[in-house]
């Protein structure tokens, strides 16, 4: 199972393996504190979709087209995921403080997707 939680909660037993998917390291979190297994730097969206996108609710129908389309463009960045995935839990991390709205909600649909794809 996918799960996503901000960084800034607690790392619980059930997380499973952890992995941060933000381009940026989160504000205030020291390395040793995040307990995560990788940082995913390249599954997060471009630099020009983050600023573009600018958290706006507004836009999250957009952002998510166009985010699958730097997703699908790019198989290798979260091939992990889904390996991973069908191992055991999986959290992706993100920092945003929107909770619905984010890049790690919009991957995890994805994932998702995928994996339901690739059972069929």
Known sequence: ??????????????DGK???????????MKKESLQLDAWLKEVAPSDALRRWFAH????WAEF???YRAE????????????????????????SARDREHNNAVALKMYLEARMAGDAE
């Open 64 to 66: 998510q087209q166009r």
């Open 1 to 14: 199972m996918i799960h996503v939680k901000r960084v800034y909660e607690p790392h619980v037993s059930d």
């Open 56 to 59: 706006d609710p507004r836009r």
């Open 18 to 28: 952890r992995f941060l998917v933000e381009r940026l390291w989160p504000r205030g």
């Open 71 to 94: 997703l699908d463009a790019h198989p290798e960045a979260w091939g992990e995921l889904i390996a991973a995935a069908r191992q055991g839990d999986v959290t992706l991390l993100y």
